[in-house]
């Protein structure tokens, strides 16, 4: 990461029995434990984390792994703080609250630094580890990247894979997966923010994240300043039955766009056809490129399989533009193109790692036990695969408890920013719309219709939106702020891949131009 224009390096580096000064002083007036606060800021060290080049802070927590046995065993929980640039800094720091479930926090805080460096000059951003992610008594699975993709599209693969990991987690000191719930988690954030002497904070949860927001204000009201939740995943939410609407949706629209769209629908006039013709032309081998190894492979290729490499690239619409081109080169056989595509969800980048060990232990705590009881149908295309894999793991997945209220959303007292995509195949508006009703007045839902999955950090206008919903002094002025950008947000065109016919045209443009 570059520094950006206008930062000094000082804050970063300032000694740190000042930060320890600064601290003690901010707690002044709090209702948290002075002491404890003035521990935990002596306990912050200078630290380096992959991918930012400064120095920040780094501490941890020690807290039991059972909260009904606080002198059973202890997993440390860890997080970092990016100082304020500012010296005149204010008291409510922005907590990020990651994906999933399973993505670590801390390792996305070189990417999410630079989307919150307006908040950052007078707030602090605090970057906590969940239990069961990152540094925090991870629940990792072995990487099966390098694996041949023939053993990992078999049926069943998948499963198996996942219970032999299940065992492996179980071995461990911290193995006891009931113990890895949201509710008990946030009962760490507040933890961590009563240790760093926070009185109120502002949260900010992406995905996953968004869940985790709304059970941190079910259980801490008075703890949340501004709330910014950012495709709704709602606890309510029966994740994987959720996911066959949603990604149907998603996908049409992209049949739609085409459509719509002169040059694509001359291009790929069949394409919604060629589609349908795909899928019941399975199971068949077919030969594509491994898109990690690099490796040419033949695959045996299922409907699971073919399924599974067209819904990672919908969650980003610049990346599903590129879907018809590849859709039509799969019709004839060359699978290259969508295999590529399937590798793009957040660019390969470790910090976009799923910890699927805490990842199944929150999903089949949550939301498993409510599959049975659903009812919500399933899209044609995308059929029952998601619900039946959950159901097939949970069943055998050690289940933590989940308090009845946890499902519940009560009417919040602070402002919630609510963001959504129109495209989203995770979490679109329908699942916002639903929350926001229940949160009531308080509550601001913006739809950018032709977005994906993230919009509240990913858009340059929303990133602004989120900036001043967070900075304004009042409540009433959070509630106000200007969010007609998002109407004006464009759906990325189809990607159109280059012709003799097309480049002709364009070298004969090009001359034209030159005379």
Same mark, same amino acid.
């Given at each position: 990461?570059?520094?950006?224009?206008?930062?000094?390096?000082?804050?970063?580096?300032?000694?740190?029995?000042?930060?320890?000064?600064?601290?003690?002083?901010?707690?002044?007036? /709090?209702?948290?434990?002075?002491?404890?606060?003035?521990?935990?800021?002596?306990?912050?060290?200078?630290?380096? @984390?992959?991918? @930012?080049?400064?120095?920040?802070?780094?501490?941890?927590?020690?807290?039991?792994?059972?909260?009904?046995?606080?002198?059973?065993?202890?997993?440390?929980?860890?997080?970092?703080?990016?100082?304020?640039?500012?010296?005149?800094?204010?008291?409510?720091?922005?907590?990020?609250?990651?994906?999933?479930?399973?993505?670590?926090?801390?390792?996305?805080?070189?990417?999410?630094?630079?989307?919150?460096?307006?908040?950052?000059?007078?707030?602090?951003?605090? /970057?906590?580890?969940?239990?069961?992610?990152?540094? &925090?008594?991870?629940?990792?699975?072995?990487?099966? &990247?390098?694996?041949?993709?023939?053993?990992?599209?078999?049926?069943?693969?998948?499963?198996?894979?996942?219970?032999?990991?299940?065992?492996?987690?179980?071995?461990?000191?911290?193995?006891?997966?009931?113990?890895?719930?949201?509710?008990?988690?946030?009962?760490?954030?507040?933890?961590?923010?009563?240790?760093?002497?926070?009185?109120?904070?502002?949260?900010?949860?992406? &995905?996953?994240?968004?869940?985790?927001?709304?059970?941190?204000?079910?259980?801490?009201?008075?703890?949340?300043?501004?709330?910014?939740?950012?495709?709704?995943?709602?606890?309510?939410? @029966?994740?994987?039955?959720?996911?066959?609407?949603?990604?149907?949706?998603?996908?049409?629209?992209?049949?739609? $766009?085409?459509?719509?769209?002169?040059?694509?629908?001359?291009?790929?006039?069949?394409?919604? &056809?060629?589609?349908?013709?795909?899928?019941?032309?399975?199971?068949?081998?077919?030969? /594509?490129?491994?898109?990690?190894?690099?490796?040419?492979?033949?695959?045996?290729?299922?409907?699971?399989?073919?399924?599974?490499?067209?819904?990672?690239?919908?969650?980003?619409?610049?990346?599903?533009?590129?879907?018809?081109?590849?859709?039509?080169?799969?019709?004839?056989?060359?699978?290259?193109?969508? $295999?590529?595509?399937?590798?793009?969800?957040?660019?390969?980048?470790?910090?976009?790692?799923?910890?699927?060990?805490?990842?199944?232990?929150?999903?089949?705590?949550?939301?498993?036990?409510?599959?049975?009881?659903?009812?919500?149908?399933?899209?044609?295309? /995308?059929?029952?695969?998601?619900?039946?894999?959950?159901?097939?793991?949970?069943?055998?997945?050690?289940?933590?408890?989940?308090?009845?209220?946890?499902?519940?959303?009560? $009417?919040?007292?602070?402002?919630?920013?609510?963001?959504?995509?129109?495209?989203?195949?995770?979490?679109?508006?329908?699942?916002?719309?639903?929350?926001?009703?229940?949160?009531?007045?308080?509550?601001?839902?913006?739809?950018?219709?032709?977005?994906?999955?993230? @919009?509240?950090?990913?858009?340059?206008?929303?990133?602004?939106?989120?900036?001043?919903?967070?900075?304004?002094?009042?409540?009433?002025?959070?509630?106000?702020?200007?969010?007609?950008?998002?109407?004006?947000?464009?759906?990325?065109?189809?990607?159109?891949?280059?012709?003799?016919?097309?480049?002709?045209?364009?070298?004969?443009?090009?001359?034209?131009?030159?005379?």
């Amino acid at each position: 990461m570059t520094m950006r224009p206008g930062a000094s390096p000082a804050p970063r580096a300032r000694p740190i029995h000042t930060l320890a000064l600064m601290a003690t002083a901010a707690v002044a007036g /709090f209702t948290g434990n002075e002491a404890r606060a003035e521990a935990s800021a002596r306990a912050l060290q200078p630290c380096r @984390v992959e991918g @930012v080049a400064t120095e920040i802070l780094c501490g941890s927590l020690q807290r039991p792994l059972d909260p009904a046995r606080p002198d059973g065993a202890r997993i440390d929980v860890h997080y970092v703080v990016v100082p304020a640039l500012a010296r005149n800094k204010l008291p409510d720091p922005v907590l990020l609250l990651a994906g999933g479930p399973g993505q670590s926090a801390i390792a996305l805080t070189a990417t999410v630094m630079p989307r919150l460096s307006r908040l950052n000059y007078r707030r602090d951003l605090v /970057f906590i580890d969940q239990r069961g992610t990152g540094r &925090s008594a991870p629940l990792a699975c072995p990487d099966n &990247s390098a694996r041949s993709l023939d053993e990992l599209l078999k049926p069943g693969a998948k499963v198996r894979l996942l219970e032999q990991c299940r065992d492996a987690l179980k071995q461990l000191p911290y193995g006891d997966l009931r113990f890895f719930t949201t509710t008990i988690a946030m009962q760490d954030m507040d933890a961590v923010r009563a240790a760093l002497g926070v009185e109120r904070w502002n949260l900010v949860g992406a &995905s996953y994240g968004t869940r985790a927001a709304l059970e941190y204000q079910r259980q801490f009201p008075d703890r949340v300043r501004r709330n910014v939740i950012d495709g709704v995943a709602p606890p309510d939410m @029966v994740l994987p039955v959720t996911f066959s609407q949603d990604s149907q949706r998603a996908l049409d629209a992209v049949f739609a $766009a085409c459509a719509a769209d002169a040059a694509c629908a001359a291009r790929f006039p069949g394409l919604q &056809s060629e589609w349908q013709a795909l899928l019941k032309g399975l199971p068949r081998k077919v030969s /594509f490129t491994h898109p990690l190894t690099g490796r040419p492979e033949e695959v045996t290729l299922t409907r699971e399989g073919l399924l599974g490499l067209v819904r990672p690239p919908l969650y980003a619409p610049g990346v599903a533009a590129a879907l018809p081109a590849a859709l039509h080169e799969a019709s004839l056989g060359r699978f290259d193109a969508l $295999a590529g595509l399937a590798g793009q969800l957040g660019g390969g980048s470790r910090a976009m790692r799923i910890f699927e060990g805490m990842h199944f232990s929150v999903v089949c705590a949550e939301d498993a036990p409510r599959i049975a009881a659903s009812t919500e149908a399933p899209a044609p295309d /995308f059929g029952t695969l998601d619900r039946d894999l959950y159901a097939r793991v949970c069943s055998a997945w050690p289940r933590g408890e989940v308090p009845s209220a946890f499902y519940t959303i009560p $009417a919040t007292k602070t402002p919630v920013l609510l963001t959504s995509g129109g495209n989203d195949p995770a979490t679109p508006e329908r699942h916002g719309q639903r929350v926001k009703v229940a949160l009531g007045d308080q509550a601001r839902h913006v739809v950018v219709g032709t977005a994906g999955h993230g @919009v509240a950090l990913t858009l340059p206008c929303m990133r602004d939106v989120l900036f001043r919903f967070i900075d304004a002094p009042r409540d009433a002025d959070a509630l106000q702020v200007d969010a007609s950008c998002a109407k004006g947000v464009p759906r990325p065109p189809a990607f159109l891949p280059p012709t003799p016919a097309t480049i002709a045209a364009a070298a004969s443009a090009a001359r034209e131009s030159d005379r």
